[in-house]
């Protein structure tokens, strides 16, 4: 991350809720004009995992900083006008994950009710255990 705070920048949070799966995001269909390197116009369409904006949720993963520096999986250097940090990805793999399955990913998401049901929580706990 460059100049960057974590909660703009660490966009793996997203790949460790399609891996676990979450009920709080869907796929979503973009379409509109393409051009290609040679110029050529064709209509696209593309999907992406985006956030249920009526379940009111408000993404941070500034909480996890703290954990991150703690166990060693986050560095940071300070030059003159800004700074870079390093996570590593395989050691906060099971920190995300298990914010999500147990904590209902309440470190990195902000709601006003439970959007993570019983059934779905099972669900998850079976898929990691395999």
């Known amino acids: 991350m460059f100049g960057s705070t974590m909660c703009n920048s660490l966009t793996f949070v997203h790949f460790v809720e399609e891996q676990i799966g979450i009920n709080y995001r869907y796929l979503k269909k973009f379409t509109g004009e393409y051009i290609n390197e ?4 064709t209509i696209k369409s593309y999907y ?33 006008n800004f700074s ?6 395989n050691m906060v793999y ?7 399955i147990y904590n209902k990913s309440r470190t990195f998401c902000r709601y006003g009710r439970n959007t993570i049901d019983e059934k779905l929580r099972r669900q998850i706990i079976q898929k990691l255990k395999k």
């Open 38 to 41: 040679r110029g050529e116009k």
């Open 48 to 80: 992406m995992n985006v956030r249920d904006l009526s379940l009111n949720i408000k993404m941070t993963s500034e909480n996890f900083a703290p954990l991150f520096y703690k166990i060693g999986a986050l560095t940071t250097k300070e030059f003159d």
């Open 84 to 89: 870079i940090s390093v996570v590593d990805l």
């Open 94 to 100: 099971p920190v995300i994950a298990n914010d999500i």
